[in-house]
């Protein structure tokens, strides 16, 4: 059974950072690849970054190069490290793997 739990959300200012974490159970990330996904109140979910069981990665036009996608294999944990916040990537971010999905974790950008 997969399970995702994504966690170190919060409130940060415009041109800040947080690095958000997805600790899974049930994949192993070192065999199959996973992603990041967000949600903005009244818009569809769109994809953030992903990442393979290589280590490739890939990134969504909004984010790249202020977002980076990594992974720890030893500890099953995939990460977003998030940096130049602007108030317009605040939504809930969401990990993904084998059509699995995590609860969620809130990102707001404000001053």
């Known amino acids: 059974q997969v399970q995702l739990v994504e966690s170190g959300g919060g409130l940060v200012q415009p041109g800040g950072s947080l690095r958000l974490s997805c600790a899974a159970s049930?994949?192993?990330?070192?065999?199959?690849?996973a992603a990041w996904h967000r949600q903005a109140p009244g818009k569809q979910r769109e994809l953030v970054a992903t990442i393979t069981s290589g280590g490739s990665t890939n990134y969504g036009d909004s984010v790249k190069g202020r977002f980076t996608i990594s992974k720890d294999v030893a500890k099953n944990t995939v990460y977003l490290q998030m940096n130049s916040l602007k108030p317009e990537d605040t939504a809930v971010y969401y990990c993904q793997a084998r059509g699995k999905w995590g609860q969620g974790t809130q990102v707001t950008v404000s001053s």
């Open positions: 049930g994949v192993i990330f070192s065999i199959y690849s």
